[in-house]
Every structure is written in C-alpha cells, then in structure tokens.
C-alpha cells in the first residue's frame, strides 16, 4: 500500500462554492481515503476585498452534501489548525521576516503609479510583463529611511534569473521554466496579508500536506512555489495537476456558460452521488470504461494511472443523463423521500416557486399536512410508478406532474386542446362522448379507462392519437403529462369528469 498522503482543497469564500472547488475536493479526498492518509479543508480568506461571509458555510455545506467529508478544517478543527488563513497572519509574516532575513526577498516601496507606468511601458515595447526590480537592489540605509519614513511597501521573491526552475509533475511529467520568465512574485501585500503563493506553500508545510492536486492553471505558478519551498529548506510535496474543467468550445468553464455553483445543483435538483459520478468522469477513467459508478466503488478501485489530463468537458447534457439514471436507480420509497426532502429545503431557503410547478405542489402539500405529513408521502409514492422513469432532475417532477396537485387545470388554450386538422366543434364532441362514457364504468381503473376510451375512436372517426390528445389536455392540462390512463385513475372520477366539463367551456 502507498504511503498516506495528506491532501486538501482551498477554497476562497469569495461567492457561491464552484463546481471546480468539488472537482478538486474529490480527487483529493480520493487520494487520502486510499493510502490511509488526511483530506484537508482550508479557508484562503485573505482576500478581504472580496471576502463574503455566508460562503465558508456554504463550502462546509456542499461538501458534506457531496458525500466529502474532511478530517480537519474550520469548523472541526485539527492538530495543524487554525484552519482559516485569515487567522495565520502572523504565522505568514514570521515566514516573511525569515525570507527577508536570508535575501531570499526584499521590501518593495513601488507605489501603484509607477507600477501602472512600467506595465505600459512594458506593454508598448510588447515584453512580457513582470516587476522590473527597482527595489531589488536597495541598500540597507535606503530600506531603514523608508521604513522611519512609513512608506508602505510588499515584499517580492528574490527570483534567481541565472537558472531554470524546475519540478515533476504525477500527470504530466518534468515541467520546466526559465527564471527570466519568473516575476518577482509578490509574498505579502501592503496591507499584511500574504497572496496566495507566500500562504499556499507556509500552510501545505505546516499542515503536512504532501500531495497537491489542483488545477492546471496553477503550472505556471509552482514553480513560484518550488523556489519558496528552497528558500525554506523544507521538502517539496508531489504535485498533480488536473485538467481544467471546459465548455464545449473548450474554453474554461464560466457561469456565463455553464452554471458554476454547486447551489445551484443543489436547488435544482441534481442528486449529489451523481453530480459526484460526473466529476469523477471529467479527470478519470472507471474499470472497463463504465460510466456509472459510485464514489464507494471509485475508491475501491481507485488506481492513479486512470487520473487523465485530456480536457474534459462539462456537458449539462451528460450529467442530465447520469442523473436521471440514479434517480432510477433509487427505490420509490427512497425518491419519494428524497423529491419531500428537496422541496422541504427549496422551501427553507425562499426559492421562488414556479407557478408552473412548484407553486400547486406546495399549495397541495400545506393543504395536506405539510412535507412531514405522511398523507403527503403516500400520495407521493403513488406516482412513483408514472413519474420516476420520466425526470431526469428532481425540479422536473413539479411541471411534469402538476396534473396531480391542481383543483383547476385551465390554462390551455383551445389550439392545445385541437389536433391539425380538427375543429373546436368536434373538440367539444369527442369531450361529450369521453365524458359520458367514463362516467359509465363500475370501475375506474387503467385497464378500463384505456378500453373505454379505445372504444370511442371507431364511433366518431378520430384516430385514437387524437382522442387521447383531447382527453390528455382536458385532464393534465398540457400535452405533455404522465402515462395518460394511470394518470386519470390516479386524478380519480370525480376529478377527471369536472376536468373533461370544464374543458367544454373552452372558447375558440
């Protein structure tokens, strides 16, 4: 067996937690779970200016919902804690002094003015951006006067440019750069806190972390890293860059594109096992190349040369797929259990209800009791057998099966209610005859609603097709609706026969 890793994701609880934030949370926590080792959650909230306070719970929350538990964090603490990078500032600045101490950095008095010029500059000559080390080369009087002087000032990396830097990449092997292209990294800002490079390599140390996994977009960074991890003298951990996650342009995924929060998922309706399935799919290859597997069966057969750096692409269609085969995949009771529990918390959290969907399903629900009235579950479980191989989201159920919740299904218009080439008139005919017939059985099951209504195609010359249009409008109140018979047995004969007068009403 490998020897533990210990692994962690860093979110920025800058906005909704991103879809990208549980890409990388699972691959990690896979790589922890399978060698013995620890799944880290860390904060990286030193981003005041875009700090928001409700998204590390948030993050806490997607990925518990997820199925990723994590050993230490936040909020269940740790040996290596605090957990929270805004809370390690002066763990940061410590390391500063120390890299400073050894002209591994220096202080830089720059303002923003004159950085802004040399961009431009730099810019119009067209070099590659990049700090111009004016201040690299201060002398120790010039450093104290402007420190007597409070200038404010960051403190940059001491980039050696006589050397390649270098590391070795698990995916994708030796990775290379020349430290002419390396900028003078800043390592603490203005204000005291460090960015990202200074608190990713401090904190992965401290906490043990000797496994990184995170997004290719972070190549061009480590080495940064690497020449920190030299300046310190401490060990370097392995690094495994996934690829990114893509639209179908291939460009990296965006909200403007795909939806990127994983609240979203949630609010509407994606199961997390299959949400986590899909993930999965996006940087690994299962046994036998099947597509559908649970994270219990990823980590039994978890097995480092099936992790991909192909570009993968998130395709809203896909997962639309995956999802409606677990959603299949659940027992009715099960799905009943967990459609209750999905409108429970679209409820607590004040999603607007569609009126379409959500507002008659809730209406019904209150009027029944409530989401823990077990009236409501077991009407619930009843339509099971119509709706569940029909929806691929749970947020589909409500539109799909509003037939079953409203008094009133009016709404349809009279060019809905008619086939091509039909009139209102005989509309109203085949509404006549259906109802009357119907209200004739003794019993009122699928087998004999179907017979009833078959029989009626002969006598007024429709084809059964458009017979069952009229009736499926009349009834659900759209075209689109659950098996049309088990539904009006589900509705029952005295709501069926008010929907089917109701109908004949319709104006042209």
Known sequence: MPAPLV????????????????????????????????????????????????????????????GLPYDEGPDVGGPNGPYRQSERTDIYRAHVQELVDGEKAYRCFCTAERLQEMRHAQRARKMPPGYDGLCRGLLPEEIEKRLADGVPYVVRLRVPKDRKVGFEDALRGKVEIDGKEIDDQVLLKSDGYPTYHLANVVDDHMMEVNEVVRAEEWITSTPKHVLLYEAFGWTMPTFRHMPLLRNKDKSKISKRKNPTSLLWYKDHGYLPEALVNFLALMGYSGPDDN??????????????????????????????????????????????????AHWAYRASIGAEPNPEGDGPLYDWIFANGGFASETVKAFILKTMPLMQTRIKTLEEYAPLGRCFFLDDVA??????????????????????????????????????IETCLRGLVEPLEWKAREVFQVARVAVTGSKISPPLFESMELIGRDETLARLDAALALEA
């Open 411 to 448: 709404g349809f218009s009279a060019e809905d209610i008619t086939p091509k080439k039909r009139d209102l008139d005989g509309v109203k005919a085949v509404l006549k005859a259906t109802h009357d017939a119907l209200a004739e059985l003794t019993i009122f099951d699928t087998a004999s």
């Open 291 to 340: 597509e559908i597997f649970s994270l219990e069966q990823m980590l039994a057969d978890f097995d480092t040369s099936r992790m991909s750096t192909s570009g993968p692409v998130f395709d809203m269609d896909k997962l639309g797929w995956l999802n409606g085969e677990y959603i299949r995949m659940d027992s009715e009771e099960a799905l009943a259990d967990r459609l209750i």
């Open 7 to 66: 692994t962690r994701v860093a979110p920025s609880p800058t906005g909704d937690p991103h879809v990208g934030t549980a890409y990388m949370a699972l691959f990690n926590y896979c790589l922890a779970k399978t060698t013995g080792g620890r799944f880290i959650l860390r904060v990286e909230d030193t981003d005041r200016t875009r700090y928001q306070e409700d998204s590390e719970r948030q993050i806490t929350e997607s990925l518990t919902w997820l």
